[in-house]
């Protein structure tokens, strides 16, 4: 990650409902999270009035997006 996208990541919400910033989530999947249920035991996302629909949409997408770099990288 960037200097400019931290910076961006630290400002945007991860989880609304428990007000938890993205930079969170993403250095638990940094750390090596892998699942929503990972993600939500390090940060404490999810169980929000959304019943982590937003915040669980969000950490799906970057795992994928983790997940593709993986595999591009080991080609
Ligand atoms: S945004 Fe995380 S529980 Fe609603």
Known sequence: MTTEEEIRARMKPGCICKG???HRIIEAIDQGAATFEEVAEITG???GSCNAKRCGRKVREL???KD????????
């Open 45 to 47: 996302i999810g169980g």
């Open 63 to 65: 795992l994928q997006e």
């Open 68 to 75: 593709r770099i993986e595999v591009a990288v080991k080609k």
């Open 20 to 22: 938890i910033k993205l």
